[in-house]
């Protein structure tokens, strides 16, 4: 089985948790699952908290408005993931003395009309001053279901789909980091609060793609022990503004699905045998899923990339960013050379058929 | 009636909250509770958020062991005081990469051991890189008696108390920011949660101390509109340690109210007709709280210095920090002037009677 300490990132924060004993009232283990669900007499409780921080000191988010926006939708996004209803959210601001009055009203401005979108309030707070803005958000919210839904649980032959269109996070990572353009894309995601619902009816599995298309289905692979197919021709996987922006930018369209800046969708697979009814559902819902492929057997990632299936060293892709620190031009090179390597080797099996 | 605006940090709250829109389910008003409270069914949620970035950025927590101790302290106080009962704590921590494995241990310790002594879970949390250290820890507790605690509630009559000796807080930032020795005084304080419980079914009122005795005191005032006669001898009230150290540095021991640095005691009000009920419960429990004086009707701080009640200015208190920024030595001189201020009046009314 693939090692979840594989990717320095589960590493991390299985050093980090390792003293700590866990509580019997929580139903997941860790990384199996978005939010925490904890069991509270008859209630499941669901709560996530994330940081908006190293987005802000990179230069990613400097829209204090983006900023609002994001700090609950990261975290609503989580809820999502879990099937959870919103009861609200709290947020701890660090704002740095000279963060201007007018950036605080706009920062305050996104965190409510988020709040506002998706139906749920800001509960309570904190404010300190502090060297470099940094906003903290907790969502706390009910699973209503008798069925919980995790990152755990997928078998093969499990459809896989997307809850909407990806690649748009790295489009606007790209835009903002390297090419330094102000924004042409317009980044603003929808944490899938009002599809869950559904969706906790029918996943075997679930989980967000803050971390973009590759890192999920990692994650995914890892923990059930699985592999992915993702057979979808990547025009339909991708929006319009994310392909047009690789192809004026000469980055193959499927990087958009392996930089770690999410679209914030939610990754699914659905049983075969309940597909024809979570898709009778979905018309009825107006909810329009993204197929992807499939759940396979293999522990591996593979991708109808150039039109081939092409495995894909995702464990690599995950922990490059650790790799090559804050140099995000290093980082994209690494990235055009892992695509130029496949291109070649795929290249040569075409030839040598 | 004085109003909540007077005070700096109530107005900076104010005006980030003014866009907001509250929960229907929500039970407490802004201000008026040290935990959010919210009504999910027949349950009682109470949850909090609490940030540790001024503490580091100023140093006057240097030590991991302590901060990792304090994140999960702060939060229990909250909890404790509007009686709940502690599910857990999510944690999110900014970690620069020059903070140092042994350190990381070391806040991951105290974490770990303040959660074991409030019989608590971590369940759950994010990590960030960032340049400074910043950690965020939201609790969430259940509040099982049918009465809530907030802070309001007190009336003319009631005795105050406090759960225990204060000051401690106050002379420990001295000694870091201004005489910086390398602390003699051992901080570590103890979030109230065994005794809230008892608290819940008598106080009609409570908060905790996390800015000082009179920061809590004159935020009661505003919110309750009374006064507080704090009549007990100061030697009754501030522990040894604290006292030890006042008389050692030649400040005036009254002042460790003053500071904004608390000690994460409860101050309480018990109405006269339960006192001694509450009493002899207390010490059924061992559980031995400080007398401090009464609830009044005019609204004003009085407290026993030098052997007569004198009202103190507590705005001036309170906003003294937001007006001397940074600069601690400044700022004790101010407090130093305004106790002389305070001796030589009341010399004045003694001579001239």
Known sequence: MYQLNEILENKVINNLISGFERSPDQLNKPHESDAEIIQIG???????????????????????????????TVNMSDLAAVGATPIGILISEIIPETFSEEKIKELQRGISDAC????????????????????????VGIINSEKSISRV???????????????????????????????????????????????????????????GLISTLDQLM??????????TDLEKMIDDLGLKYAEDNHIPSWLLFAGQHGEFELVFAIPQNSNQDFLDECIKKRFEPVELGKVIQPKEIRMNLYDVLIP????????????????????LKLLLDYDSELKKSHNLNFTSN
């Open 222 to 231: 890892r923990l059930n022990d699985v592999g992915f197919e993702i057979s």
């Open 116 to 139: 506002k979108a998706y139906g749920t309030f800001v509960l309570g707070g904190d404010t300190n001053e502090g060297k470099n803005l940094v906003l903290t958000g907790t969502t």
């Open 42 to 72: 008859n209630l499941k409780l669901a709560v996530t908290t994330d940081s908006i921080s190293e987005e802000i000191t990179t230069g990613l988010y400097d829209n204090p408005y983006l900023i609002g926006w994001m700090i609950v």
């Open 153 to 211: 649980g997928c078998k093969p032959g499990d459809l896989v789909y997307s809850s909407g269109k990806l690649g748009i996070g790295n489009a606007y990572a790209i835009s903002k980091l390297i090419s330094k353009t102000n924004s042409l894309i317009n980044y603003k995601p929808i944490a899938r609060i009002k599809e869950c619902e559904l969706l906790s009816k029918y996943a075997s599995c679930c989980m967000d793609t803050s971390d």
């Open 312 to 331: 894909i060293n995702s464990e690599f892709i995950r922990n490059l960013p650790y790799e090559t620190k804050d140099d995000v031009n290093h980082y």
